[in-house]
């Protein structure tokens, strides 16, 4: 089970961190991932993790935003930096199991998701 917390409302060029807490064992095997869906339009990957710490990014927020995770903690969070308005959506958190890391952009592929976290940026 995931469970998400963290989205609010911002306005722009403001902050908010994003947290995942992971309930099960054998955490630390799985890659860890966050997806976002704005209103009408896919869901879209953002950033992931490793089990080891090895990040992976959109290219749309690199810079912006960072992911990272506790395993001893069965946590994941995803701080983010200098929000724009067009990064308004649902954010979804979400485990891959890590046989399949070479997957990791592809929303088809993981097992799990957390019920999701609103953020709204302002501008």
């Known amino acids: 089970q995931l469970v998400e917390s963290g989205g609010g409302l911002v306005q722009a060029g403001g902050s908010l961190r994003l947290s995942c807490a992971a309930s099960?064992?054998?955490?630390?095997?799985?890659?860890m991932g966050w997806f976002r869906q704005a209103p009408g339009k896919e869901r879209d990957f953002v950033a992931a993790?490793?089990?080891?710490?090895?990040?992976y990014y959109a290219d749309s927020v690199k810079g912006r935003f960072t992911i990272s995770r506790d395993n001893a903690k069965n946590m994941v969070s995803l701080q983010m930096n200098s929000l724009k308005p067009e990064v308004t959506a649902v954010y979804y958190c979400?485990?891959?199991?890590?046989?399949?890391?070479?997957?990791?952009?592809?929303?088809?592929?993981?097992?799990?998701w957390g019920q999701g976290t609103q953020v709204t940026v302002s501008s």
């Open positions: 099960g064992r054998a955490f630390s095997s799985y890659v």
């Open positions: 979400a485990a891959l199991a890590g046989s399949k890391w070479w997957r990791l952009t592809d929303v088809t592929e993981y097992d799990d």
């Open positions: 993790i490793s089990g080891s710490g090895t990040t």
